[in-house]
């Protein structure tokens, strides 16, 4: 080894010490451990995430498909826990939402990081600022790096004699024995070449500069070794000696920043153009290690930021996993719900909620899902208890209308139907459906959603469904457990408390609500009468249907 090796990266952290700003801010984004990411997504953002995301993870379909990630408005709950620093932590988050585990050995490497990050706070510091450091630039697109090999024109002589040329004839301006504008003319020159080759290549420049700062932060993260037992702190040690030879080329680095002198530097001496071919040389070389390089990052940078929401949270759990397929959660809550009511479930079997609107089916239903995803995927459940088995979460619930597709809402909402019924994959199923097939009559509704159900609770599947329809409670009542949410009449209204409650929903309380409102008298009495005689009606039909079945499936 040379006495010179490792210059470049020193001088370049010597000089951002003295012209680069921002290390309060930096320290501000390193500190912020345990706070509600404030983080505004712009305007396809996170769709880029998620492309990117795919390209990094190899996948070509989700675990979790769209249906699913829209029903639960998992975009969000993905904001909420993200306070990864860098784009392979955005990156390596959205994977593991989209792509939850089959089974605890997949979760392990996640699970020790999550314990290095609770147990040693001046490392986890340490790795937070240095990935603070190497940010999210918005042009860093380090597929166009990955994906092929890098254009290397050969200028590094031409920008070489410029350069020359520039500092010879300063030199002589200098003792007088050429004009001024001679040099400047040139500087102008070089300029306008540094210009052109930057407009050529931008975005790889980009591409290679975020490069660097994220082998920066994983020479300072690999340091960690010791004190991580996960993989992923053993991959980035492993690689220091080759991430080493990289950051030697970092002195190029300073002149790429948004500041006026290194502006300056970098166009009339050229140094992005000799940075851009000397340094793309070097990382092609290194290509696969700089990939498994900026997935070991990205799974440390995203687990840092679930360590950070689980410190946000009021109440958290670790899973426990059982092998029976069964779900027990207690006091589970809705992540997106601020001072959200706790609820208990067991689900050994089915489960068919009843209850007014706005009395927290559908958000109860939510909860249960993305639990059982976060479960799946960061190890971390709002609950204070949840044991299940693995499962394979799928939804039909916030269906719309395809305009562009020319699908109408019901033909829409079938086809979402129609992929849970059609599941035979290893793991069982977890099924969470709200109004099951909303969008057709009354009689067609009931008639249909009772056979899909009944179907259904023949499948290897744990499924909870939403159902406005009391003729289901009666028609499925050995197939599915009945629980209901309720409301009172207030003086202002109906007030809902959100517990959920064992049976179905007798409230009759909209016609209650009617009747304080001052409907007249003999509206109010016909509307209990009818209500009575529709129960009866469906008793009966229930008991029909049961002994036309024969013992439940």
Known sequence: MTPFAGWGARFQKALSAIFLPGKAALLRAAQNFGEVPDREYAPGEMED?????????????????????NDLELSDVFARVNAARTHPGDEALYCMLRSPARCAD????????????????DARLRAAL????????RRAELSKIFKAPLTLPRRAPQCVLLIALLLACTAASAAGLLPVFIPILLGVVNAAFSLYLHAKNS?????????????????????????????????????????????????????????????????????????????????ERHKAALREMTL??????????????????????????????RLRVRGLVHPLI????????????????????????????????????MAQSILTCTSDVYEGCFFHIATSMAVRDN?????SYFVVEVRALKRLIDYGGRLPGLFAIDEVLRGTNTAERVAASCEFLRALAGHNCLCVAA?????????????YRNLHFSETLAQSGMAFDYKLRPGRSTSRNAIALMERMGFPDDIVKKAREAAGAAVDEICIAAEKGRSEHGAPL
Do not use: Q
């Open 203 to 283: 975005l790889s420049v980009d591409a290679l500069m975020y490069l660097l700062a994220l082998t920066d932060a994983a020479l300072t993260i690999g340091k960690e070794k010791e004190e991580a037992a996960s993989p992923a702190f053993v991959r980035l040690y492993v690689l220091m000696p080759s991430l080493r030879k990289l950051s030697d080329h970092g002195f190029f680095s300073f002149f790429y920043e948004n500041n006026p002198f290194a502006l300056i530097i970098s166009h009339v001496f050229l140094t992005e153009a000799l940075a851009y071919e000397w340094f793309a040389r070097r990382v």
């Open 106 to 121: 997949e979760l392990s490497a996640r699970k020790e990081i999550l314990r290095w990050a609770a147990c040693h706070p």
């Open 467 to 479: 159902t406005h329809d009391l003729e289901l409670t009666y028609l499925l009542e050995e197939e």
């Open 296 to 325: 070991a990052l990205g799974e440390i940078d995203a687990c840092i930021a679930v360590a950070s929401f689980r410190a946000s949270l009021p109440i958290w759990c670790e899973p426990a996993w059982t092998p029976e397929r």
């Open 403 to 407: 305009l562009l597709g020319g699908e």
């Open 130 to 137: 240095a990935l603070a450091r190497a940010g999210r630039p």
């Open 338 to 373: 601020r001072n959200a009511v706790p609820n208990d479930i067991d689900m050994y079997g089915h489960a068919l909620l009843t209850g007014s609107n706005a009395a927290g089916k559908s958000t109860f239903i939510k909860a249960i899902a993305v639990s059982a995803l």
């Open 49 to 69: 995430i998620a492309r990117r995301a795919r390209f990094f993870c190899c996948e070509e379909s989700w675990d979790v498909d769209d249906t699913t990630w």
